[in-house]
């Protein structure tokens, strides 16, 4: 069982629709949670990021994390064409020189007009 | 500011023939990491370079060898190239204690035949 599970899509949903992106984990130690998004033949880039549980809003997303039950979400509202891409979960259990990424599989977007 | 770059873009390789991807950044990172991705299966790290002068497995190191050759560059080798190996190869660097961010390239994309 991998440690970070996160469905592949692809998701299709209409402009304007609100679209909700999850990955569960297993690893308890992890308590630093990243959302990526990857455009297509392009590297990820940071798209929110939290620490421990909560919620982070910044701007149409929202990032939510509980980790009782070991599950974060990224939340589009007023989805764009702009936003198709790939989102990737990504965690860790600590900062510093020597920590390393979890990352999910990633969610392929599509958002149509 | 160029930020992580990496050299080629695209490389076609042999069974059996050796290669060494460049990867270089700009931002004076302390950590470096190489991640190769592949279908269904995310971002999985190869190696990583927590500061200048160390380097350290990751999940998927056989096949390759690294070199921190300085704080900026971090180069990974294929000394016998697989078809196992056709992939799209990610560099990333790290900041000291900005968080768990990590900045990426703009991949590799390798095949080998």
């Known amino acids: 069982q991998k440690e970070v599970e996160q469905d592949p899509g692809p998701l299709s949903v209409p402009e304007g629709a609100i679209v909700s992106l999850n990955c569960t984990y297993s690893n308890s130690a992890f308590q630093y949670f990243m959302w990526y998004r990857q455009y297509s033949r392009k590297g990820p880039e940071l798209l929110m990021y939290t620490y421990s549980s909560g919620n982070k809003e910044d701007g149409r997303f929202t990032a939510q994390v509980d980790k009782s039950s070991k599950y974060i979400s990224l939340f589009i509202r007023d989805s764009q064409p702009s936003d198709s891409a790939t989102y990737l979960c990504a965690m860790s259990a600590r900062t510093g020189t020597a920590s390393k990424l979890t990352f999910g599989t990633g969610t392929r977007l599509q958002v149509t007009l | 500011n160029a930020g992580v770059t990496q050299t080629p873009k695209f490389q076609v390789l042999k069974t059996g023939q050796s290669m060494t991807l460049q990867c270089a950044q700009d931002?004076?990172?302390?950590?470096m990491y190489w991640y190769r991705q592949d279908p269904g299966m995310g971002l999985r790290l190869i190696y990583y370079s927590a500061s200048e002068g160390t380097t350290d497995k990751g999940e998927v190191p056989n096949g390759y060898n690294v070199s921190r050759l300085n704080k900026r560059e971090f180069s990974l080798r294929l000394e016998s190239a697989a078809p196992s190996q056709t992939s799209v190869y990610f560099c990333?660097?790290?900041?000291?204690?900005?968080?768990?961010?990590?900045?990426f390239g703009p991949g590799t994309r390798l095949t080998v035949l």
């Open positions: 931002m004076n990172h302390n950590s």
């Open positions: 990333a660097s790290k900041a000291r204690d900005l968080y768990n961010e990590q900045f």
